[in-house]
């Protein structure tokens, strides 16, 4: 029988909250909804990931062609377009009227005419900025050669002017940054339909009637954590396929480097996402304590929607001063915690005690949520059909 | 262990919602060994009650009692209850589901699993052990509502109409699974509207109404406090025929047979003589009230 599949409950009694979360495992890895949407996810990301990569593949390199004169201008021109960040391959052309059949097919970007020192360039539609300097400067350099100089006097001549930053960006580089926030966003979103699985869950038991019978048996708090563990370790596990899934596809078309991520700092984010979810998902589960059909979940857990899209847009007001009085004293609230303090602790130096501070309140609260939600939960049971207000829930005379 | 521990004791409980009274101020126990049938109108507060005995409900006042001690928690996980509104999860498995049920009650999961099959193929169904519960018709999701109940050896049975739309055979198991549990040791109370079935099968039976007890007792017990009926055949007589006897007031005719009641210390032979001074008598026979009976009086004096 598949009842050993997890390698417990043989001649053990479990804990309820056990019972209840492998309960939620297996059935959620039985439905088919659920297998056939995490396959579904897969699908989408590595095809998404493979169809961004041939589109960027498109736009690179520029094709530059020279012909006559102007082919002297190829070496200067490679070195000046590689020091302006432009990807160009350069192209002798024999024939201009060829070349500009070429430019005007799309075979070819760039055709450059003329001598070093007065070439003339042909596009199609636009040409890049950065490649049109870069031919200016090769020309320039091309005319003062031309002028007698030598190549160390136009070099010291052409030379970019140094910038000096009196606030140079923190020591952790943008590309963390970039990373540890887009990973901040997606998980965000994951957080908000693990939410609401667990608020379907919820109201499971009301919307079955098989609550009369659990409610005998196992305390509600203990029922609402068990679902909120089965469900998240469900989720975590469809995270891992679909994440794993996206990293591989990404490692295999080079679409983007791979973020070298330190292992402290994936390891804070996967300890944030976990405080984010427990959090999210009680509060969650607690407002889904006051329905009792499937069709009201949706409008009781829309302010915890709402609460979340907040966190997810302080993130930008409060991100250009990450040790500003808003981040610093946002990143310790427990709605916000999750997001900001990631996002801080991957941008800036946060002070430990900081980090400290809002793990303890973020956890505090997810303590509270739950017995919060169990109270609420047990006083509406038997209320069935009609919305509880909240404040009767939380007093118990829901009971009467 | 002895009959008089073991004893469910249901103690002054009341319980209002809002305006209305569900139940006032009501006493009664179910001994050990015991079936106890509770009988009463809809909304007399059968369910109320149950669901108070379990703690899904908190009670205005009173306490519900267990072996001597007020029923905490722990005492609440041994009872095996079958809720008015029907609930298991529809989408899992039969076998999986009382197994789990099991587990939750504090069982090991081989000791569960060993249970679950145990009842499964005493109500009949170890054929749909792996189905789904809702691929099962209504009667065979009520047998497994049932082995719900069943499945973790409980010590107290509390079951809210146990037998509504069950089949004849389906009954039988279950009275006989009733008995049994109670022969065990185990007080088992249950609710019914089937008053030939409550008095077939209980032990003693306590009718509800308005939420008060307003019988309790062994069905003979109830009888007592009722009134005599006899039936008599008399097809000489003129029709209509009274009798003329004091304290004897005619019920109901039937072709010639006349049921007559007889108020508490009349003599039936005088009953008897007045038929035979019609002419020939061919039958007189003593009957008993059923429970039916009884209920509906119980019902009229406790309305008057």
Known sequence: ?400 | MSDDVRTLEIDHISKRYRQTVAVDDLTFEIHAGEVFGFVGRNGAGKTTTMRIVLGVLGADAGEVRFDGRPLDFATRRRIGYMPEERGLYPKMHVAEQLTYLGELHGMTGADARAAARSWLERFGLADRRDAELQALSLGNQQRVQLAAALVFGPDVLVLDEPFAGLDPVAVDVMADVLRERADAGVPVIFSSHELELVERLCDRVGIIERGHMVACGTVDELRAGGLERRWIDVPAAPDPWEADVPGVRLLRTDGTRRLFELDPGVDDQALLQAGLATGAVREFERVEPTLGEIFRNVIDEAAA
């Open chain 1, 1 to 400: 029988m598949n009842a050993r599949s997890f390698g417990l409950g043989g001649t053990r009694r479990l804990p309820s909250i056990v019972l209840v979360a492998r309960r939620e495992i297996r059935m959620r890895l039985r439905s088919r909804v659920f297998v056939g949407g995490t396959i579904l996810m897969t699908i989408l990301v590595v095809v998404g990931i493979v169809a961004a990569s041939l589109l960027a593949g498109k736009t690179n390199p520029v094709r530059v062609g020279f012909s006559g004169g102007s082919q002297a201008l190829e070496a200067t021109f490679t070195a000046s377009a590689t020091a302006l960040g432009a990807k160009v391959t350069v192209i002798d052309i024999a024939d201009v009227t060829a070349g500009e059949a070429q430019v005007t097919a799309g075979t070819l970007d760039v055709l450059v005419t003329g001598s070093a020192t007065a070439p003339t360039a042909v596009a199609k539609s636009a040409m890049a900025s950065n490649v049109e300097s870069a031919l200016s400067l090769a020309a320039e350099a091309a005319r003062l050669s031309d002028a007698g100089l030598s190549p160390v006097a136009i070099a010291s001549a052409m030379a970019l002017v140094p910038v000096q930053l009196l606030q140079p960006p923190s020591a952790k580089d943008n590309e963390n940054l970039f990373a540890s926030l887009a990973l901040g966003i997606v998980l965000w979103i994951a957080l908000g339909q693990y939410g609401n699985m667990v608020a379907q869950g919820v109201v499971e038991e009301k919307a079955t009637r098989i609550m009369e019978i659990l409610l005998a048996t196992i305390r509600p708090s203990r029922l609402l954590a068990g679902k909120v563990i089965g469900i998240g370790l469900v989720g975590l596990l469809q995270l891992t396929i679909v994440g794993g899934a996206a990293l591989i596809a990404v490692a295999a078309t080079n679409v983007a480097p791979i973020p070298a991520l330190g292992v402290a700092s994936i390891l804070m984010d996967i300890l944030w996402f976990l405080l984010g979810f427990l959090f999210y998902a009680t509060a969650y589960a607690a407002v889904a304590s006051l329905v009792s059909r499937q069709e009201e979940v949706q409008s009781a857990v829309a302010p915890i929607g709402i609460l979340q899209i907040a966190a997810y847009l302080l993130v930008y007001v409060a991100l250009p001063n990450p040790s500003g009085p808003l981040a610093t004293v946002c990143s310790l609230l427990p709605p916000f915690a999750p997001i900001l303090m990631a996002v801080r602790m991957a941008d800036t130096d946060v002070p430990s005690w900081q980090v400290g501070l809002a793990a303890a309140l973020t956890l505090a609260s997810i303590v509270g949520l739950t017995w919060l939600a169990g109270r609420i939960y047990g006083n509406t049971a038997m209320r069935l059909g009609t919305r509880v207000r909240f404040m009767d829930a939380f007093r118990g005379n829901a009971r009467g």
